[in-house]
């Protein structure tokens, strides 16, 4: 009774409405769910993340951009209460060509969860509220998204406004939109105050790269001061980091013309280098102070180390050490392929998705979802019927066909098999190995109380088939049990619907007297989700017809099989030990010592 119990509950959760949070204003007219997941069939996360910039790749893929502002300036995203207002940014919006990429600030991802976040859309009346500088922490104290013009000195996201002192390279696309590629001059970053660093101070570095060419030293950031340096880059393609002349080599090498995600993290005594979000090296130093130029993709002055050959996107810099599972998580979901960020369906105000079929099941009332749901209840459990008889006779077939192929083997021993218990085990499934059996046991029955077993009556070969016949009428029962709830999922489905139709119908008909006016677009509504339990019914009816008429014609398939067996084993135990045979025998030998069916 629990377990059924248990199942209405689950499919109860299936079919009822979704009782989703209050809409978040009645403005915006439609939402989009967006998971944020660390579970292990997500990113498999398993340290809490914090607050993270999420990115948002939208594409006709998983988005129809109907309804949104050309912009996107009327999108805005909101916690899982409904409540909530989530700051971000768009990066770029093109409802023409269907792309998108916003920057959505999620205040706490935990490890190993799964959490909800709503895109809500659909006004055209809305404001632009994108804003970098509040979507990123302020601990970011540089973040250049390289999505400006050739030309033209990369723009800080952040607060501080860390723009870059020079304009070099080419825009190009990237991993995240736009990106820069490096000509053999560095990007130069000001020596402002919220890019100092005091010795031993903390420190990240984050930045997706593609490197182009893997020869010689090239340096992806430097930055000096008197006989302070620090040092970025790839020696041959295999990246390092090196402090005040210590370097430690990162054990993976960067695979040209591909884009892979490079991050460095100082705190205290320890610096440690990522690739694509994994240790790759570590050093046993503290930052030094700078309070100088920083130098992207070549050195400030010329010596031996070469200029970056490739190009650069998503460049970071954080005055705190970055947690290893944050940068994990750029690395994974930063990506063309993120398993962090799942899109859901897209919903009218209705709470069920777009079009006729939300307006339809908007319109059910509560007694015909307490229809719809004894009805989903029979559906799953006439589907885990027929699911689970029609792999039990593929196994007794296929069993049965086995011990065919053996029996065929016996000839006049007929205990051959009875004490394998290596056959025993795998014709375990086999009606026909138990009539077998059943025969067996009642010749040696006879033989241990004394009979002769060379020589067997006609009423005994009787009472053999008695007891075989019993076995095969058990095996019937046992194939057609549970088969009469097929029939009434057949019989009682559509009944059962025609009581939620006549329900629904009834109460539309009532809601329009107590009304008092007659209006089709009033009662249609109402009408049309009255059928829908009706329909339901007929959905449970249909598969189980067809399933009960399926299993119905493999049962009789078993049991004729079982029905010949009986009549094969009865005939060739007649004429190997039946009376008449064994009296001719005795008349010609003499009489000998009574002995057992050779086995």
Request: proline content about 3%; aromatic content about 8%.
């Amino acid at each position: 009774m629990q377990r059924l119990f248990l199942s209405l509950l689950i499919c109860l959760g299936f079919v009822l409405p979704a009782t989703a949070q209050a809409w978040w204003q009645d403005d915006w007219h439609y939402r989009k769910q967006i998971a944020v997941d660390t579970t292990p069939q997500g990113a498999a996360i398993n340290q809490a993340l914090g607050r993270t910039a999420l990115l948002v790749r939208l594409h006709t893929g998983n988005f129809t951009f109907d309804g949104v502002k050309e912009d996107g300036g009327d999108l805005r995203f909101v916690a899982a209460d409904d409540k909530t207002v989530l700051n971000h940014q768009i990066e770029s919006f093109d409802a023409l060509m269907g792309m998108a990429l916003i920057w959505v600030d999620v205040p706490n991802v935990e490890g190993g969860q799964r959490q909800d976040i709503w895109m809500y859309y659909g006004n055209q009346k809305a404001p632009a509220t994108g804003n970098g500088q509040l979507t990123f922490d302020p601990n970011y104290t540089a973040l250049y998204h390289f999505d400006g013009a050739t030309g033209t000195p990369a723009k800080d996201t952040t607060a501080y406004g860390n723009t870059a002192q020079s304009a070099t390279g080419a825009a190009i696309d990237g991993v995240v939109g736009r990106a820069l590629q490096f000509s053999g001059q560095p990007l130069l970053l000001p020596a402002s105050p919220s890019l100092q660093h005091n010795a031993g101070s903390a420190f990240t570095f984050s930045a997706w790269l593609r490197l182009d060419q893997a020869s010689g030293e090239q340096l992806i950031l430097a930055r000096r001061e008197g006989a302070n340096s620090l040092l970025i880059g790839a020696n041959q393609g295999v990246p390092f980091v090196e402090i005040d002349g210590q370097r430690a080599v990162a054990t993976q090498a960067l695979n040209p013309g591909q884009w892979q995600h490079v991050a460095l993290t100082a705190e205290g005594a320890k610096v440690t280098l990522y690739i694509n979000g994994r240790e790759g090296a570590t050093l046993a130093q503290a930052m030094p102070a700078f309070n100088s130029v920083m130098a992207i993709g070549a050195d400030l002055h010329e010596g031996s180390f070469q200029p970056f050959v490739g190009a650069i996107d998503e460049l970071r810099l954080s005055k705190v050490a970055r947690p290893a599972a944050l940068l994990l998580a750029d690395a994974t979901s930063q990506g063309a392929e993120s398993k962090l960020v799942a899109y859901g369906v897209d919903e009218e105000q209705s709470g069920f998705g777009f079009g006729s079929l939300g307006f339809l099941l908007n319109a059910v009332p509560i007694d015909a979802w307490v229809i719809i749901a004894v009805l989903v209840l029979m559906m799953f459990q006439s589907w885990i019927i027929m699911l689970r008889k029609n792999r039990s006779l593929s196994r007794v077939s296929a069993a049965n066909e086995d011990f065919r192929v053996q029996f065929a083997k016996v000839g006049t021993r007929l205990e051959m098999f009875a004490d394998d218990a290596q056959l025993a085990q795998r014709l375990q499934h086999s009606s026909l190995w138990r009539l077998y059996l059943v025969a067996v046991k009642e010749i040696r029955t006879r033989r241990e109380q004394g009979a002769d077993t060379s020589s067997v009556s006609a009423a005994t070969i009787e009472a053999i088939r008695c007891s075989m016949d019993g076995v095969r009428t058990r095996e019937n029962q046992q194939l057609s049990s549970k088969l009469s709830t097929l029939s009434n999922a057949i019989a009682g489905g559509p009944y059962i619907g025609l009581l939620g139709t006549v329900l629904g119908i009834m109460v539309v008909f009532l809601g329009t007297a107590m009304a008092g006016d007659v209006n089709i677009n009033a009662i249609a509504p109402g009408m049309a989700a009255a059928l829908l339990a009706t329909a339901m019914g007929l959905f449970v009816a249909i598969p189980a017809l067809f399933g009960y008429n399926r299993l119905i014609t493999r049962n009789k398939e078993v049991s004729a099989d079982m029905r010949v067996f009986v009549d094969e084993f009865i005939t060739r135990l007649a004429e190997m030990h039946g009376v008449s045979q064994f009296s001719e025998a005795s008349h010609q030998r003499g009489h000998h010592a009574n002995h057992s069916v050779p086995a």
